[in-house]
């Protein structure tokens, strides 16, 4: 059932281009210009007018939520607050009519999610769910909403159902920035071919596989990791982290690069590996520039670039090469390599890679 693969965790990160192909199955015509998504256009004038949009998940889908504020605000200028599930519920949130909630959840299990929407839908806001277990709780207690469709995910840490709700929320997010107008017509149609490219992609990136060993094998003693990245990837660089603690237990953290200046820096000396998440975008000079800052304190920067990227090239200990795609596009590309790399980790070090220590696979307890 692991078809031939040594572990779920890496048949499950292979699946990937055939997952994220299954969620943009029948919802994205690139050729004609379309996303067909009925759980999201029932709520399409709800959406087009909402005040605000509220993200609310844990963990994995917390850092999906990241990107998707980013792209939201981004494609439809309607502003995002992504909260973690936990705290939202507490706290007594302002919260009503008016309000679009997105509840972000791969099992549709998780205590504090469901509690957060509950008590909002309660209040009078619109629930949206993006679920990959189909008819689970949250997907029952949301107004509407779409599924992942990435199938079973049995491996503990996520891999391929966070691919999937970042394919979703994408969608969405181009969906109503189209209605809106607030998307330019050849900025749409540009995403959605790079969209439709995202497979494709997915396929190559996972072509560095082992190139990706050998540098587990190099970096699997360190004893602490820096993740950084800006924009777009400063959620990819939180994944990376939390993929890497969860399956190797090396202690590792996630920072926007420019925030490093204000404290983990302070971390760095010729021991500290620091990945930046550093493909080609609109904050690349910025992020080549915190690399400089890295390598003048000798800390090892591992460097995820584009294909042909030289300028990072000559920055970096050791590279790992992404296929270049649009920067709203490509978190779904660069947490490819950041899943191989915690894997190859963990099985470097003999862990149980399927089922980390202390973790479970839905956390239906507060
Ligand atoms: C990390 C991981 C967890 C989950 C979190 C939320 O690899 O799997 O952080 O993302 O527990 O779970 P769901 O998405 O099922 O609500």
Redesign the pocket.
């Given at each position: 059932e692991k078809g031939g693969y040594d572990h779920f965790m890496l048949k499950e990160i292979f699946e990937q281009p055939h997952t994220i192909f299954d969620c943009l199955r029948g919802r994205l015509d690139a050729t004609n210009g379309t996303i067909t998504m009925s759980g999201i256009q029932q709520y399409a004038e709800q959406l087009t007018q909402a005040k605000r949009i509220i993200i609310v998940?844990?963990?994995?889908?917390?850092h999906a939520g990241l990107v998707a504020e980013y792209i939201f605000e981004e494609v439809t200028r309607i502003p995002v607050e992504v909260e973690y599930a936990s705290e939202f519920r507490y706290r007594n949130p302002v919260v009503g009519e008016g309000d679009v909630i997105i509840a972000?959840?791969?099992?549709?299990?998780?205590a504090d999610?469901l509690v957060a929407i509950e008590s909002a839908k309660e209040k009078g806001a619109i629930i949206l769910g993006v679920v990959?277990v189909v008819g689970s709780s949250?997907a029952r207690t949301s107004h509407g909403g779409a599924y992942t469709h990435a199938g079973p995910e049995i491996g503990?840490?996520?891999t391929k159902?966070f691919t999937g709700q970042l394919a979703v929320l994408t969608m969405m997010a181009l969906k109503i920035g189209h209605l809106k107008g607030t998307l330019s017509e050849k900025r749409y149609t540009h995403l959605l071919n790079e969209l439709n490219d995202v497979p494709e992609k997915v396929a190559l990136a996972l072509e560095q596989k082992d190139h990706i060993e050998a540098l587990a094998l190099k970096y699997k003693d360190a004893t602490d990791a820096l993740y950084l990245g800006r924009g777009y990837n400063f959620p990819v660089a939180l994944e990376g982290a939390?993929?890497l603690k969860?399956i190797s237990y090396i202690h590792a953290e996630g920072y926007p690069a420019a925030e490093m200046k204000h404290g983990p820096i302070a971390l760095v000396d010729d021991k500290l590996p620091v990945f930046f998440v550093a493909t080609k975008d609109s904050f690349h000079e910025k992020v080549l520039s915190n690399m400089q800052e890295i390598k003048a304190r000798k800390g090892k920067v591992i460097a995820i670039v584009s294909e042909g990227d030289d300028a990072a090239n000559a920055l970096a200990d050791d590279l790992i090469t992404v296929p270049f795609a649009d920067e709203l596009i490509a978190p779904m590309i660069n947490a490819i390599p950041m899943q191989l790399l915690a894997y190859y980790i963990g099985v470097a070090k003999g862990y149980d890679v399927d089922k980390p220590r202390n973790?479970a696979?839905?956390?239906t307890v507060e």
């Open positions: 998940a844990c963990g994995t889908s917390w972000i959840s791969q099992s549709g299990e998780t999610t990959n949250i503990v840490a996520s159902a939390l993929k969860e973790l696979k839905s956390v």
